[in-house]
Structure formats: C-alpha cells, structure tokens
C-alpha cells in the first residue's frame, strides 16, 4: 500500500489555473502508476487523468488541452495543472496509485 497526500485545491475565477501536488511514500514510487480522479455532489467519481511509469499519459476527454498530469519521481510527486478552469470542473479531486490506493481529496471550486 502507498500513502497519498494531495495539496494545491482552492477556489479560482473561472479561466484561472491550479496545480494539484500528490506526494507518494510506502513503495517505490517508480513501480506504479498514478493518476487523478474528481467527484462532484451527487455525481459518481470520474477518471481526470492517469501516468504510466514510463510516463504515458490518458485523460478525460473534457479535460484535454487543459489539464497535464506529470510526474518528479525525484520528488515522489505527481502533478495535476490545471488551466481555462470552468465551474464545471468544480469537485474534491482524488489522488490516485495501483492497485488501489487513494488520498483523502482536495477541493477545487470554480466560480463563474
């Protein structure tokens, strides 16, 4: 199991930016791969985006152009920036690592 500990939420203006950190410790941050997950009230949790540990990167498609996901695997961090936020990207974001690990979320609220 790997411990996961997100920092970076916040509230934001609409078309402004946000950088979520995950910092990982517990295994060798370099045998798995890492992502973010967000739900909003009332809503199931979604799949933002995903890394490999070769670095191959997936995201929502909603989220593409906007968001980058990357990784300091000398830090044991992985990052979320997000930019052109909308109020619809509002929702506590979830770190994530295989199998089955997750953080305690961090808030993002984007008003209009």
């Known amino acids: 199991q790997v411990q996961l500990v997100e920092s970076g939420g916040g509230l934001v203006q609409a078309g402004g930016s946000l950088r979520l950190s995950c910092a990982a410790s517990?295994?060798?941050?370099?045998?798995?791969?890492m992502g973010w997950y967000r739900q909003a009230p009332g809503l199931q949790r979604e799949l933002v985006a995903t890394?490999?540990?070769?670095?191959?990167?997936n995201y929502q498609y909603s989220v593409k152009g906007r968001f980058t996901i990357s990784r300091d695997s000398a830090k044991n961090t992985v990052y979320l920036q997000m930019n052109s936020l909308k109020p619809e990207d509002t929702a506590v974001y979830y770190c994530?690592?295989?199998?089955?690990?997750w953080g305690q979320g961090t808030q993002v609220t984007v008003s209009s």
């Open positions: 890394i490999t540990v070769t670095g191959s990167t």
């Open positions: 517990g295994r060798a941050f370099s045998m798995f791969s």
């Open positions: 994530w690592a295989t199998p089955n690990s």
